[in-house]
Each structure stands twice: as C-alpha cells, then as structure tokens.
C-alpha cells in the first residue's frame, strides 16, 4: 500500500522558517526607508540637547573613564532598542485587522520562528540605527571598540527578542480593543526606561528608586551595554546583562507562542 500523498507544502527547518518571514518583514523597510531615516532624529536630538548636560553630573571624564557620551551613547542604544521592539504590537494588530496575520497562520510556519522572524526585522533597522549614531558620536569624544560594539548589540539583539515577542503577545491579548495595548505599553516603557538608570544615574536618588532598579531586568542590559561600549570584556556586568537578555528570550518567546496557540485555538 503506498503511502499517502501530502496535501500542503513540506515543513521547512526553523532557521528556514525564520529567514523567511525576517525576509518577509524586511522589505516592507526596503520600500519605505524614509521612515528608517526619520526614526533617526529622535535619538540625535537625545544625543546633541541631553549628551552635554550630563558632563556636570557624570563628570567630564565619564563614569567609565571616558567622555560623558561613553556613558550616555550605550543608555540611547538601549532606548531606540526598546521603543522599536516594544511598539512591534501595533504593526501586528494592523494585520489582524486586514486579515493578513491570518494567512500567515496558514501557512506551515512554526509559532517560535514567526515570533524570533517578527522580532529580527525589527532589530534589523535599530542595528543600522546604533551602528550610525554610534559613529556619529566618534567625532565628539566617544571611543569605538567595534568588537565590544557589535558584542553589545548581540545582546541587545537577544533581548529585543524578548521584548518584541511581548509586544505582540499584548497585541494578541487586546486585539479587540485596540487602545489597551498602548496605554499598557506606555505605562511599562517609561518607568522601566528611568528605573535602568538610562538617562541619569541612580545612585543618588532615593532608596525605592535603587531598588527597583536592581529588580529592573533592563538595568542589567543598560550595564552590560555600558561596560561593552567601553572595550570591556572582562567584567560581571556582561554576563548579567546575558542572563537577563536570554531569560527575557525564552519568558517572550514562550508567552507570545501560547498566545497565538490561544488565539488560533
């Protein structure tokens, strides 16, 4: 008796099915750089009006023995980072309300490549972003360290996974009512932003503040990203700034997986 013929298209591998749907995503970029061009403004603008004020509280020669844009360039790396990947929600409920999410369930794409493919285009721009503003910042007294750079952004990369699988768990989740996912999105961005010690340090502020900062996971990431940028390696902060980035990963991945589970149950 011979075996059955298949009636859908054969299962690809994950990595397959992730560089597909990254492809996929990608260039709706390519068509529209514009806007890749204009998101670009915001963290200059933090650059050129928030960088010199920080040379009275930081210090001229920086916390980490540099300028005071060795401190500040890595917390506005973090922020571009977390404004892209948390705001992935709203591009998701745009296509379930087109119906195009729908489709794509169809095809025979894993739930955890869709999420890590989703999440990868849009950490695709944010690296170009980081790369130029750190190279922009080079002129101004900012030291380059390529490698602990492109180390940095590795883990930033594995942390906006997470995040970015988050989002669209939340979208999921309010996906009838679309104004929930931005008043719970701006309502966790910012305290977590300010609570990482991003902007301005904490050591001097009250005590809540310190420790809620160290219960941030985003504080870890900012740290390790600080002590990277500074062409360090060797330091406790990179491996904590790891932890918390795989451990946001595998948290973001296995709810955003259940939630399309739940939601195409």
Avoid: C
Wanted: aromatic fraction near 10%; charged fraction near 10%; avoid cysteine.
């Amino acid at each position: 008796m011979s075996a059955p013929a298949t009636t859908g298209p054969r299962a690809t591998g994950a990595l397959t099915d992730i560089g597909n749907v990254w492809w996929r995503e990608t260039l709706t970029i390519v068509r529209d750089p514009f806007s890749l061009i204009f998101s670009l403004l915001q963290p200059l603008v933090f650059l050129g009006l928030f960088g010199p004020l920080l040379a009275g509280v930081v210090g001229d020669t920086g916390a980490l023995g540099g300028s005071s844009l060795q401190w500040f360039l890595p917390g506005v790396v973090v922020m571009i980072t977390m404004f892209g990947t948390s705001m992935t929600g709203s591009n998701l409920q745009f296509e379930i309300m087109t119906g195009a999410f729908e489709r794509m369930l169809a095809t025979p794409l894993s739930r955890s490549s869709l999420m890590v493919g989703r999440a990868l285009k849009e950490l695709t721009p944010l690296v170009v972003q980081a790369a130029i503003i750190t190279l922009v910042a080079v002129p101004f007294g900012f030291a380059l360290y390529p490698l602990h750079v492109l180390a940095g952004l590795v883990v930033l990369g594995i942390f906006g996974i997470g995040v970015g699988a988050l989002s669209y768990a939340l979208a999921i989740a309010a996906r009838k009512t679309e104004w929930i996912f931005w008043a719970v999105q701006q309502s966790l961005l910012f305290p977590l932003l300010i609570l990482s010690g991003m902007m301005l340090p904490l050591e001097t502020g009250p005590e809540w503040m310190r420790v809620a900062s160290v219960l941030n996971p985003l504080t870890w990431i900012v740290d390790a990203e600080r002590v990277l940028f500074a062409g360090t390696f060797a330091d406790p902060a990179v491996l904590w700034g790891l932890l918390a980035a795989v451990a946001t990963m595998a948290v973001g991945l296995t709810v955003g997986v259940r939630s399309i589970r739940g939601a195409t149950a």
